[in-house]
């Protein structure tokens, strides 16, 4: 998701009007719409503002945020925040992989519960996020061969 759908639908949840918003974080009505439309990337001064007002983090405005029913994460909801299919989550939750969630089956049942972790499921979108950037660098493996040594 973009940071213009996550905006919206953050402003949609909370009820908040384009003009409120704006002068919450003290811009133009104008500016706010060139956000919303995507013409301009709000920078992240003003990304800090928006989650402040509506009450949300600014990585949940950066890289969205999977949805609660009933207070639990669905197997769907995470699929759709971190583009992983749903068998391939299920699947990885049954063997430790995801680091965001468990697999049990309960007493005398064949069948499998899956629980997932929101901050958990935050952070790896926000680490892959970074990673895909270049935000993180790997440290360079030593050359093999002599180091500081002369031709001869």
Known sequence: MSITSNLRREMDEQGVTVAALAAQIQCEPSSMRKYLSGNIRPSERVLEHLARCLGCKVN??????????????????????????????????????????TAYKRPGSTQYTYEYDPTGVLKWIADRKAIASGGRREEPEPASGS??????
């Open 147 to 152: 180091v500081g040594g002369t031709a001869g």
């Open 60 to 101: 949940e405005l950066r890289y969205g945020r999977p949805r609660r029913r009933d207070g639990k994460l669905t197997t769907d909801d995470v699929a759709r925040a971190t583009g992983i299919d749903p068998l391939s989550l299920r699947i990885g939750l049954q063997r430790g992989i995801w680091p965001f969630g």
